[in-house]
């Protein structure tokens, strides 16, 4: 969609600019001496002055950083915390073992933190896509983490090497659980999964190229790419799951895109990641 088009089709336009306006001036006088072209040609795609220069097969929703490079896969040690969840690794496979035998039970995806695990799914959710949260919006959820203090505590260590962790959880995918190829927002973050039980048949596919978890490996990719997942198995698939900066940015890019978001985020639609 070009800029005019997006424009015409919005009804806030005035609105979003008036906001990118007065948050660019904060961010110019916050972070002067910085390069922050990208940063401002973000809030320009953002307030529809002008279109998105995406990648094959991805989509720019919400606050969109251009000239990120054009490969979904990113390299999970770039994140500087990869080598914790490794180190984690077998006391988070302990912890998670409740969910495959049946000890403890998560409740689908996409639904209220206290969302019970007999509650209805998702209207336009798999029924099989399941999720316990530990943390959303940078915030932990006390009661999610009680029963986990290995899984938590490792979250805790990579929040002191970058703030900019948004959302941490695990993933479950029973088997014959389809996700439908779809695009998530905001390229300023990224994924980084660990594999925590990966059956045969259990993949994620972006773009095009398909690649599996392994358990106890970790890999990091672009979700504003075109990606789908599945689990043909017959066991289910449980990832740890982090929404974290994309390091494919700058430092203070990472920081200004933290400062911004929330208030981005204000005006609806898909701005922010749940």
């Known amino acids: 969609m070009t800029a005019e088009l997006a424009e015409s089709a919005a009804t806030d336009v005035v609105e979003r600019r008036e906001a990118a306006d007065a948050l660019a001036k904060q961010v110019m006088a916050r972070w002067a001496g910085h390069d922050l072209d990208r940063v401002m040609a973000g809030l320009d795609i953002w307030s529809y002055r002008s279109p998105a220069q995406t990648h094959h097969r991805q989509q720019a ?99 002191e090497r970058t703030p900019f962790l948004v959302n941490a959880l695990f993933l479950t995918l029973r088997p014959d659980t389809v996700i439908p190829m779809h695009y998530d927002p905001i390229n300023a973050y990224a994924d980084l999964w660990l594999g925590v039980f990966v059956p045969d048949g259990a993949a994620l596919g972006i773009r095009d190229e398909v690649r599996a978890p392994s358990e106890g490996g970790v890999m990091g990719f672009d979700h504003t790419f075109e990606h789908s997942a599945w689990n043909k198995g017959t066991s289910d698939r449980i990832v740890l799951s982090l929404l974290i900066h994309n390091p494919h940015l700058l430092p203070h890019e990472r920081e200004i895109a933290a400062f911004m978001i929330p208030h981005l985020a204000k005006f609806g639609g898909r701005t922010i990641f749940a």
């Open 61 to 159: 929703a919400g606050f969109h950083v251009p000239g990120l490079p054009d490969d979904p896969w990113i390299d999970p040690d770039a994140f500087g915390c990869a080598d914790v969840l490794r180190d984690a690794y077998e006391g988070i496979r302990d912890e998670a073992a409740r969910f495959m035998d049946g000890r403890m039970a998560a409740p689908p995806h996409g639904l209220p933190d206290d969302a019970a695990a007999n509650a209805p799914a998702h209207s336009n959710r798999p029924a099989g896509w399941r999720e316990w949260r530990f943390a959303r919006h940078g915030r932990f959820i006390e009661s999610r983490c009680e029963a986990f203090p290995v899984t938590s505590g490792a979250i805790k260590r990579v929040m």
